[in-house]
């Protein structure tokens, strides 16, 4: 798919300031980053909040040793501390993002929001595969979708995961699967761990 | 300030609906001239563009933008879905010089072409518009946005058939940052608002394995000022529908379930987008104007060499295409139906239909 964002493996980047933010199994991928370079330890800012499947590693997160860690209670509220913190952050600070796609969306869009160019950017995937969904009707988000179709938690509809993904939502789009004939909806099918 | 119309409803300017009671047609003057996309029996995606160049007197491509009878009918279609629903009209903030670049490109233009209905004084910054069918006389500052009822864009595409859509250039791509959508086959201006070229194509099916996007982006990043491209692109539609928006097709997708071999000819129309692209002065931004026109099946069999082509152009699409087209569930009897004004006979190349 094209739209899709690509993930990769997070690297140790020269920088002054290291900003992580992670979720739910991101966590090892952080152990993982600064086994390849502890020294990034003492430039770096953590921001972790628990995956959606309920995955918490906080005490990993906690025991790196990083100059700053905080560990929010959800991903609208690691959001908030996070737009805070880039209001400091030098242009030239490295960003990694991990753990799921919808955090990892979410980031990334207040990050480019604030000019920080895509290349100082790294992602890599850890952890559930659920996804953050728009319902092109109503324009609700449904977070952390399982299964395809799947009723729209705002207007109640039945949608279809689309395989198109926006950067400045962060969101997949999902489409109403009955439009045609009403009331004929397939099984749900879990697609999304 | 506002911007209301005094639709001037005349002998050729028709008063009809695209939605409710559909009373959409083309008069026989509008079939003869409808541009029929398919030049050959067969269809394929490709990166077919040509210079925007005039053509035939009478013909689509007379006039840089093309003003037909369905006119006024279209714009207070479009008022009446921006209404319901104002997100079909977007801009990013950095897009409004694009927007004043539209603004002219299309004023300048429509007067020049169409000094009959429209006309443009100029004393330096200060601009008078005269749009005579739709009974608007402006006078506004170009490039200062708190002298018109909209900002540029909207103000001026408000008045043009079609929709658009405006391209920024950066990191070696396009990116969709403004847009007035109400004429749309199927996709959301809302949600692609900020995606690049790749991005927004990314729902086509077998055209990006083909290096088709690959090819007309480097195409595109080419386009020079004053020499604006064109293509075709089509679909189908149950009713003469302009709006075909994702976001309310839980309203209209059910009447795609009630075609029947007696309603096919008078139910069904060919969509086809005259898509032209136009390197704008001083933004270099792209702007893309997609042109709906909608013909019945009934009025385009009364072209012989359209009925046939027609029938072998739907009966031999690949699947892929007729699923993404949305068509896949009446493919066979739209087929069996066209079938009737197909007898086998040769058809010339190329679209024109007395060739
Ligand atoms: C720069 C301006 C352009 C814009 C804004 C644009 C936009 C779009 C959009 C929104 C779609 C629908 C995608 C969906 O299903 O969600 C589409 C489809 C498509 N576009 Fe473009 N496009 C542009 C230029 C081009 C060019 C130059 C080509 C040349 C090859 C092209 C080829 C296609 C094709 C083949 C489709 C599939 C159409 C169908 O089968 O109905 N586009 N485009």
């Known amino acids: ?54 995955t918490d590693q906080w005490d990993s997160i906690n025991a790196l040793g990083a100059k700053q860690a905080q560990k929010a209670a959800s991903i609208p509220t690691l959001l908030f501390r996070l737009a805070r913190v880039l209001q400091d952050a030098p242009m030239g600070a490295q960003v990694y993002l991990t753990g799921t796609e919808g955090l990892m969306g979410q980031a990334e869009r207040d990050v480019m929001a604030l000019g920080f160019p895509h290349a100082d950017i790294q992602k890599e995937h850890r952890g559930s595969t659920m996804r953050r969904v728009q319902c092109v009707h ?33 969101a997949f789009q999902g489409v109403n699967i009955d439009a045609e004939e009403k009331g004929h909806i397939p099984p749900a099918v879990e697609r999304f761990k | 300030m506002s911007l209301d119309f005094k639709y001037g409803f005349d002998d050729f300017f028709r008063d009809e609906t695209y939605c409710d009671d559909f009373t959409y047609r083309n008069s026989p003057a509008a079939i003869r001239r409808f541009p029929f996309p398919f030049d050959r029996d067969d269809y394929m995606y490709s990166v077919n563009m040509e210079p925007h160049v005039a053509g035939r007197k009478g013909s689509v491509f007379e006039h840089t933008f093309d003003v037909d009878e369905h006119y006024l009918s279209e714009m207070r279609d479009r ?9 079909r009209c977007q801009s990013l903030p950095h897009m409004t010089l694009a927007g004043w670049d539209l603004l002219e490109l299309i004023m300048e233009t429509k007067a020049r072409e169409y000094p009959q209905w429209f006309s443009l004084a100029k ?40 929709d658009f859509t405006l391209q920024d250039e950066r990191e070696g791509t396009l990116w969709v940052d403004a847009g007035m959508v109400t004429t749309q086959a199927d996709w959301s201006l809302d949600f692609n608002i900020g995606m690049n070229f790749h991005e927004w194509h990314a729902p086509v099916p077998l055209a990006h394995e083909k290096g088709i996007f690959d090819r007309a982006l480097k195409f595109l990043m080419k386009l020079q000022q004053g020499s604006p491209v064109r293509r075709y692109n089509w679909t189908m539609t149950v009713n003469p529908l302009l709006d075909t928006a994702p976001e309310t097709y839980p309203d209209w997708g059910h009447m795609r379930t009630a075609l029947t071999p007696k309603n096919m000819g008078h139910m069904m129309h060919l969509r086809v987008e005259l898509q032209t692209l136009y390197r704008l002065p001083r933004s270099n931004a792209i702007c893309f104007d997609i042109r709906a026109y909608l013909g019945k099946f009934e009025e385009l069999v009364t072209v012989p060499k359209w009925g046939r082509r027609l029938h072998r152009v739907v009966r031999d699409l690949h699947p892929d ?22 007898d086998g006979q040769p058809t010339s190349p190329g679209w024109w239909p007395e060739d």
């Open chain 1, 1 to 54: 798919m094209i739209s899709r964002p690509v993930y990769g493996v997070l690297e140790p980047r020269p920088g002054a300031v290291h900003l992580i933010v992670a979720d739910g199994e991101g966590a090892k991928a952080v152990a993982d980053l600064v086994s390849k370079d502890p020294s990034i330890l003492h430039k770096s800012h953590i921001l972790y909040t628990a995956g959606p499947n309920g």
């Open chain 1, 138 to 170: 109503c324009k609700g988000i449904t977070e952390n979708v399982k299964t395809d179709p799947f009723p729209c938690s705002h207007c109640g509809l039945h949608l279809f995961v689309r395989d198109h993904y926006s950067r400045r939502l962060a």
């Open chain 2, 79 to 87: 008022a009446r879905v921006l209404a319901s629903d104002p997100l």
């Open chain 2, 123 to 162: 004393d330096g910054n200060r601009w008078h518009w005269i749009n005579r069918p739709l009974g608007i006389d402006q006078k506004f500052t170009f490039l200062d946005e708190s002298t018109l009822p909209y900002g540029p864009m909207e103000y001026i595409s408000r008045q043009t058939q079609g």
């Open chain 2, 321 to 342: 295409l007729a699923a993404y087209k949305g068509f896949l569930r009446n493919r066979d009897e739209m087929t069996q139906w066209l079938s009737q004004y197909d």
